[in-house]
């Protein structure tokens, strides 16, 4: 079973070395970041949720792992989670089936 906590880590300090290594692209991709997950008509946790989903369906296991650690500091139910990995799957086909399982194990060894 994967350490999704690790994965985490990993993604992380790979952003780093990106930030050190291109500071000018990073500081916009941030500011990118930001802005799309303001609080505007969708609330930041809808955004997460859409995020997630994207992930879900483009197999980034990175991403699933970065999103899921948002959306539980935003409250996000695993309920949500499991809708989300739904909708995934509608759009991602069978591969989404077990990137939304991976989604559903790391929102599961999170909340431990």
Do not use: W
Not at 25 to 43: I, N, P, Q, R, T
Not at 49 to 78: M, N, Q
């Amino acid at each position: 079973m994967a350490n999704f906590k690790e994965i985490l880590n990993d993604c992380n300090a790979g952003m780093g070395l990106v930030a050190e290594g291109l500071e000018k692209e990073m500081k916009g991709f941030m500011e990118l970041h930001d802005a799309a997950l303001e609080d505007k008509v969708l609330s930041p946790k809808t955004k997460e949720l859409i995020a997630l989903g994207i992930s879900i369906a483009v197999r980034c296991e990175p991403c699933i792992v970065s999103h899921i650690d948002a959306l539980i500091k935003l409250g996000a139910t695993r309920e949500e989670i499991l809708e989300t990995v739904g909708v995934a799957m509608f759009m991602g086909g069978g591969p989404s089936v077990a990137y939304g399982g991976k989604a559903v194990q790391t929102f599961d060894e999170f909340k431990k």
